[in-house]
């Protein structure tokens, strides 16, 4: 990390865990827009990814994270493996 970025706090912040869910992973990863943050997450399962990316937004990115997890789990329930094509 350069000198700069510890000073003004720059980076990427952490990559978050997966979390389980049926038999499924979610990894939410909010996207940066226009000053906010979209809801977005990795789904897997058995070698299998689907990227979901949302159009809905909000301002702080932890309870963006916490949406994208509760929209990938609305999305494993109302289709499960047809996520997947």
């Given amino acids: 990390m350069s000198w700069l970025?510890?000073?003004?706090?720059?980076?990427?912040?952490p990559a978050p865990d997966a979390i389980a869910y049926e038999g499924f992973?979610?990894?939410?990863?909010?996207q940066k827009a226009d000053g906010q943050w979209r809801i977005a997450a990795t789904i897997e399962k058995d070698g299998r990814t689907h990227r979901m990316i949302r159009a809905?937004?909000?301002?702080?990115?932890?309870?963006?994270?916490?949406?994208?997890v509760a929209k990938a789990k609305q999305m494993i329930?109302?289709?499960g493996d047809r996520l997947f094509g």
């Avoid at 970025?5 to 912040?13: T, W």
């Avoid at 992973?25 to 909010?30: C, M």
């Fill in 77 to 79: 329930d109302e289709q």
């Fill in 5 to 13: 970025s510890r000073i003004f706090g720059g980076g990427a912040p």
């Fill in 25 to 30: 992973a979610i990894t939410p990863d909010p």
């Fill in 56 to 68: 809905d937004t909000m301002a702080d990115r932890e309870q963006c994270a916490e949406a994208s």
